[in-house]
């Protein structure tokens, strides 16, 4: 029996063997080298890791400690002026040189965390570069076996794609997001945040899940730079302490002075935290008491606590919490919030049916509840809220890179906004803790442990960061 095969290619032969007579056998040869998909293989794998050694993370985490160091040694020269001017020879002057001696110290520190970080980024840019050459010499010899040009007819369509986008977007440019109300802030609208500005694992890296961070707004006098920062300590829910930095630098290089400040020596315990929307003001941490629809005031100097009992029908024991489709934060039923004006409290009431309510909180001796306003907007279809310029804020969860500040309610005209379009660029899926700092126009937020900060960009400041 005859087999015959017709030429598809020269670069193809075919040579008929001697078979069976019930059956054919031939033998195919090409003047091609086989396509090397071992080599393929290797590549990918190694571009895979590749990327997850190279991270947006590692980038901020060395920004941090520059800005870190940038705040600290004008603070450092400060000092030193001062120590100059008080030098008696005595015992200002020993007291003044003690500090230094302290701040010198913490300098240091961030100083060899800076230098240890400089280097493991040096090897690993230097080990990516030769990588990259690597890669781009693999993929140019094996571009060699595309003999049909399909990758050169591929970039060819990504180009025209690329050129076809700008063509349109300059006819059509992207529209800005909506504009939330104007109200009265003295930096004109919100309007965007900026990237991550400060991104840090904190003292104890991936140890607290749930926390906060940020800047006392009416700091005491000589506190103008601290930080602070709670962590829940307890299943996701407690607290009995919170933790102060003289400085940005000091936070990132885990230096806390004078360490824990107790409420209670037991967690949990009457009047301790209970989850981690709290704020620090005036020299006093505001917070929901422990197993209560209450505020508490704890006095960090005096030791002090005073209580504000919410409106009845408030909901509690995470009963009202932040949600997203895939799952809720225990215990953020109450949000304390600070601003240009003060304290806020958001909460929820079944008289309101599960929408957010705000009320101001009156610090003093005794607190009170201030004025108070309802919203339209359910709170288990919200992530987080925060007050900036007497405009409550809230953001929903898009993705794990993505957060959307989808919300704004004025309370000096009382209106709503339901589509502002502003996006957050998370560094973890969840952010845990949100918070306006009106000292620097700063929102602070607690990632999954991580200490992350963004600038809020307001009119006056938005060309600036655009």
């Known amino acids: 029996m005859l087999c015959v095969i017709f030429l598809l290619s020269s670069l193809f032969t075919v040579t008929q063997q001697t078979a069976s007579p019930d059956k054919c056998v031939c033998e195919l040869s090409t003047s091609e080298k086989a396509f090397p998909y071992d080599k393929l293989k290797t590549v990918q794998d190694n571009a895979s890791d590749c990327n997850k050694n190279i991270t947006p993370q590692k980038t901020f985490e060395l920004e941090s400690l520059l800005l870190g160091l940038d705040r600290r040694l004008p603070q450092l020269e400060k000092d030193l002026e001062m120590l100059e001017k008080e030098n008696d020879g005595e015992l200002y002057g020993a007291l003044s040189l003690h500090v ?227 799952e809720c934060y225990p215990f953020t039923d109450l949000d304390l919030a600070t601003d240009e004006s003060g304290i806020w409290v958001i909460y929820t009431t079944t008289q309101n049916f599960g929408n957010l309510v705000l009320s101001k909180v009156e610090p003093g001796q005794q607190l009170k509840l201030g004025r108070t306003w309802y919203s339209s907007v359910y709170k288990q279809s919200v992530t987080n809220t925060f007050m900036a310029c007497g405009i409550l804020y809230a953001t929903r969860y898009i993705n794990k890179d993505v957060e959307e500040i989808f919300y704004s309610f004025d309370t000096s005209t009382g209106k709503e906004n339901f589509n502002l379009g502003i996006f957050i660029n998370k560094m973890s899926p969840n952010i845990l803790f949100l918070n306006y700092s009106p000292v620097d126009q700063m929102l602070h937020a607690y990632c999954d442990s991580k200490l992350v900060s963004y600038k809020v960009l307001f009119e006056e400041t938005y060309n600036t960061f655009s």
Not at 108 to 119: C, E, F
Not at 135 to 147: A, I, P, Y
Not at 184 to 199: A, D, E, H
Not at 228 to 234: A, E, G, I, R
């Open 100 to 326: 230094i001696d302290n701040e010198l110290a913490e300098v240091n520190q961030l100083m060899d965390k800076l230098n240890s970080t400089m280097l493991a980024h040096q090897d690993l840019s230097a080990n990516a570069t030769q990588q990259l050459l690597d890669f781009k010499g693999d993929m140019q010899e094996m571009e060699k076996f595309d003999t049909m040009q399909v990758v050169k007819s591929q970039h060819a369509n990504q180009r025209l794609k690329r050129d076809l986008d700008q063509c349109r977007n300059g006819s059509h440019p992207t529209p800005k997001p909506t504009l939330p109300p104007e109200g009265s802030c003295p930096y004109g609208r919100f309007l965007n945040i900026s990237g991550p500005r400060v991104y840090t694992a904190g003292e104890y890296p991936g140890s607290y899940k749930y926390g906060a961070w940020g800047r006392d707004p009416k700091p005491e006098p000589g506190k103008e730079s601290w930080h602070w920062l709670v962590m829940m300590t307890s299943n996701n829910r407690h607290s009995n302490y919170i933790r102060q930095y003289s400085s940005l630098s000091s936070l990132i290089a885990g230096l806390s002075v004078p360490g824990n400040i107790l409420i209670h020596s037991n967690n949990p315990a009457t009047n301790t935290i209970q989850g981690p929307n709290v704020v620090l003001y005036r020299g006093a941490l505001y917070y929901n008491c422990f197993n209560t629809d209450a505020v508490c005031q704890f006095n960090l100097t005096s030791k002090s606590i005073s209580n504000l009992n919410l409106p009845k029908g408030t909901r509690y024991n995470s009963k009202g919490n932040f949600c997203h489709i895939d």
